[in-house]
C-alpha cells in the first residue's frame, strides 16, 4: 500500500524459532566451540576475498544458520575460497575456516538441506 509521499508500510517479518530446524547449529557449536564466541560484527565480512567478487557474506551464513534457516546456506557456502582472512580478523578468534568447513559437512553427511 502506498500512499500519498511515495513510502510503503512493508510487511513484517517474524521468525519462529520454534519452527526452524537447528541441528545444524547445535552441530557447528559442539564441533568448533569457537562459533559461539561470534559477535556479529561483521569482520569476517569486510575482509572477505568471496565477498568482494560475489554475494558472499558470511556473518549472513552464520545468523541464517543460528536461526535455524538454512535453506540457502549450502549455495552461499560454496562461494567461499577457504583463505582464511576472516580468520585472521575475528577479535574473536572464531575458526570461521573451520565452521564453514563443518557446515558443507554437515549438510553432505545430511540431505535434508540438498534441493
Known sequence: MINFWGYSISETR???YD?????MTEYIAKTVPSSKLCIGC???TAGCTAGNLTNFDIRKVQMLMKRGETKDTKEQLQ??????????VCPRG?????????????IRN??????
Open 14 to 16: 517474524s521468525i519462529n
Open 19 to 23: 519452527r526452524n530446524d537447528k541441528a
Open 42 to 44: 561483521g569482520g569476517c
Open 79 to 88: 562461494k567461499c575460497m577457504l583463505c582464511g582472512k576472516c580468520m585472521l
Open 94 to 106: 572464531v575458526e570461521t575456516r573451520k565452521m564453514i568447513l563443518e557446515m558443507l559437512n554437515f
Open 110 to 115: 545430511n540431505h535434508k538441506l540438498e534441493d
